[in-house]
C-alpha cells in the first residue's frame, strides 16, 4: 500500500475504532487473491470506513465527484487514488476502474450510486457489470447490515443543497461476502439487455447477502 492510503484508511479507521463495536464478517473465504470488482448496497456513510479493514489490500473506490472538494479530506481521497464519478463523464471514471484493475489493484462499487437509508433498494447502474466484462475480473458481492438503534441520520448543506446520510455510532456492523463469480459473454453479446441482465443477478444476490447478514444480526438480538 502506497503512503496517501495508509494515511487515509487510518483516518476512517480511528472513526471505526471509536464509533463501531465490532465489524462481523462471514464469508472471509470467498474473496479472491488478485484483482476483483467489490459491489455492495450502501445504507449508510460509514459503510466505505469498514472494508478497507475487511479486504487488506489497497482498494480503489468509485466515489460521486463532488466529496473531492470537501475540505482536506477531497484532498486526501485524490492523493490516495480514489476514483471520482463525474456526472455525465461516468465512462471514464469506468475507464480508470478498468486501468487501476489492470495494474492489479481491486476496485468498490456501490451499484445504486447513492445511499439507500436501508429502506429500499435503488435501480443500480450496469457500470460493475461493464468493467467485469471488460477486464475480466471477478464480481464479489456483499451485503452490509446495521441494526436501526445503531444508525443515525445526519443532515448537512453539500454544494447548497441539504444532504441526509445515515451514519453508525455503536453497536455491530455485519458483512455478508457472497461468492465471486464472472458475467462470461461472447463478444459480440455484450448490449444493453446482457448488462442489465448481469447487473439484476448483481443485485439480487446483494439483496440476499443483506438478509442472510441480517439473520446473523438477530442471534444478537439486534
Request: net charge neutral; proline share 6%; hydrophobic share 40%.
Amino acid at each position: 500500500m502506497d503512503f496517501w492510503y495508509k494515511v487515509l484508511i487510518t483516518i476512517v479507521g480511528t472513526y471505526k475504532t471509536f464509533f463501531i463495536r465490532s465489524v462481523e464478517v462471514a464469508g472471509r473465504d470467498n474473496i479472491p487473491p488478485g484483482p476483483k470488482i467489490i459491489v455492495a448496497n450502501h445504507p449508510n456513510v460509514t459503510d466505505s470506513f469498514v472494508l478497507p479493514f475487511i479486504v487488506r489490500e489497497k482498494l480503489h473506490f468509485l466515489i460521486q465527484a463532488d466529496t473531492f472538494t470537501l475540505p482536506i479530506f477531497g484532498r486526501l481521497l485524490e492523493l490516495a487514488d480514489q476514483i471520482p464519478v463525474t456526472v455525465g463523464q461516468g465512462r471514464e471514471a469506468l475507464n480508470t476502474a478498468i486501468d487501476r484493475l489492470t495494474r492489479g489493484n481491486s476496485v468498490v462499487i456501490f451499484p445504486e450510486g447513492r445511499l439507500n437509508d436501508a429502506k429500499e433498494f435503488h435501480r443500480a447502474g450496469a457500470g460493475a457489470s461493464l468493467i467485469a466484462m471488460e477486464s475480466g475480473a471477478p464480481i464479489v458481492p456483499l451485503g452490509f447490515y446495521v441494526p436501526d438503534e445503531y444508525a443515525r441520520a445526519m443532515k448537512g448543506h453539500f454544494h447548497g443543497r441539504e444532504t441526509v446520510g445515515r451514519w453508525q455510532f455503536g453497536g455491530r456492523c455485519f458483512v455478508q461476502i457472497g461468492e465471486p463469480w464472472q458475467p462470461l459473454v461472447d463478444e459480440v453479446d455484450r448490449g444493453y439487455r446482457t448488462l442489465r441482465a448481469h447487473t439484476q443477478q448483481m443485485m439480487a444476490q446483494i439483496m440476499d447477502l443483506v438478509e442472510q447478514a441480517k439473520a446473523e444480526a438477530g442471534k444478537y438480538g439486534g
